[in-house]
């Protein structure tokens, strides 16, 4: 059984970092291509940031509203995914899901098979 878990998450100011981290089980990690999704309050879910798998180049792809502030990461040996969060603003504001999926990164939410069950990031003004 696949099961990724979300931790890190929490209150910060504006201005602040957090740095999530996603653990996963139950599958070949360095197989999968793995994306931090968020949704905000009353939003829709939506792409955050991408890490390809091995086979696929490891590359990642940023949404352009994070370009330069989050940073997302992997570790292989560990089956661990992080996002580094910097520069956060209030905007920022939403729960964050790690998402696995058994080929290249994609941002459309249908793509992915595998979900974490969030992490709550609340950034105050």
């Known amino acids: 059984q696949v099961q990724l878990v979300e931790s890190g998450g929490g209150l910060v100011q504006a201005g602040g970092s957090l740095r999530l981290s996603c653990a996963a089980a139950g599958l070949t990690f360095s197989s999968y291509s793995m994306a931090w999704f968020r949704r905000a309050p009353g939003k829709d879910l939506e792409f955050v940031t991408g890490?390809?798998?091995?086979?696929?180049?490891?590359?990642?792809s940023d949404a352009d509203f994070v370009k330069g502030r989050f940073t997302i990461s992997r570790d292989n040996a560990e089956n661990r995914v992080y996002l580094q969060m910097n520069s956060l603003k209030p905007e920022d504001t939403a729960v964050y899901y790690c998402?696995?999926?058994?080929?290249?990164?994609?941002?459309?939410?249908?793509?992915?098979?595998?979900w974490g069950q969030g992490a709550q990031v609340t950034v105050s003004s």
């Open positions: 890490i390809r798998a091995i086979r696929w180049g490891s590359g990642t």
């Open positions: 998402a696995a999926r058994g080929g290249t990164l994609a941002t459309a939410t249908s793509e992915y098979a595998y």
